[in-house]
């Protein structure tokens, strides 16, 4: 079993609707991350969490939340998608600056 | 916001050719890690080399740090049609969020048989 996993792994989903990305990992790292990935552009930075009470704003938070249920859980929300936020989604936890990814989210919002 | 840059952001070369990939930043670094991403899959954490490290091996990677002129490069010797991936620098800025990595736009590696 992967490490990080993330569902789903594939979305399609409407202009306008909720949707949350789950991402979960048994490496026991308190520090996770939310990135997104579009082509010609690397990743950028959604949302961080240190820890369960501690949540950080990335580059491009704008319409994201995220919520840190546990150490292990990390999920992602679009409260209200929109077609520019089609992208690869990445997870990742980190341990002395060395992360660790996911296999990423497919969203398309059409 | 601070990102490495890759150079070139495409490179094609035959199996067995040996294959560079240069990263540039911005501002000073804890460290600088390079990473691989076969298509449309998770990152890969490659290598690590810290800021006050000027060279590092790993198999057949070498990674070189120069902090004077805010750069970095790979090297991936005798290439093998599975080295085929993109490959990503990322820094960790000095003085920044601990773990914070920021990653650059990728060097898209072809590396044919």
């Known amino acids: 079993d992967a490490d990080v996993t993330q569902t789903p792994r594939n979305r399609i989903t409407k202009t306008g609707k909720r949707i949350m990305l789950e991402c979960s990992q048994t490496?026991?790292?308190?520090?996770m991350y939310w990135y997104r990935q579009d082509p010609g552009l690397g990743l950028r930075l959604i949302y961080y969490?240190?820890?369960?009470?501690?949540?950080n704003k990335g580059e491009i938070s704008d319409g994201y939340s995220v919520s840190r249920q546990a150490q292990a859980k990390f999920s992602l929300s679009l409260e209200s998608a929109i077609p520019n936020q089609t992208a690869l989604y990445f997870c990742?936890?980190?341990?002395?600056?060395?992360?660790?990814f996911g296999q990423g989210t497919r969203l398309t919002v059409v | 916001s601070q990102q490495g840059e890759e150079d070139p952001q495409a490179l094609s070369i035959q199996e067995g050719e040996n294959a560079t990939m240069n990263c540039s930043y911005k501002?000073?670094?804890?460290?600088l890690q390079w990473y691989r991403q076969n298509s449309g899959r998770g990152l890969v954490h490659l290598i690590l080399?810290?800021?006050?490290?000027r060279e590092k091996h790993s198999g057949r990677l070498r990674v070189t740090l120069d902090t004077s002129k805010k750069s970095s490069s790979l090297l991936i010797t005798a290439s093998r049609a599975a080295d085929t991936a993109s490959y990503f620098c990322?820094?960790?800025?000095?003085?920044?969020?601990?773990?914070?990595?920021?990653f650059g736009k990728g060097t898209k590696l072809s590396v044919k048989p």
């Open positions: 990742a936890t980190s341990v002395r600056d060395e992360a660790f």
């Open positions: 080399i810290r800021s006050n490290e």
């Open positions: 490496k026991g790292h308190d520090r």
């Open positions: 990322a820094t960790a800025p000095y003085g920044g969020s601990q773990g914070n990595l920021i």
């Open positions: 501002t000073s670094i804890n460290n």
């Open positions: 969490s240190f820890d369960v009470k501690d949540i």
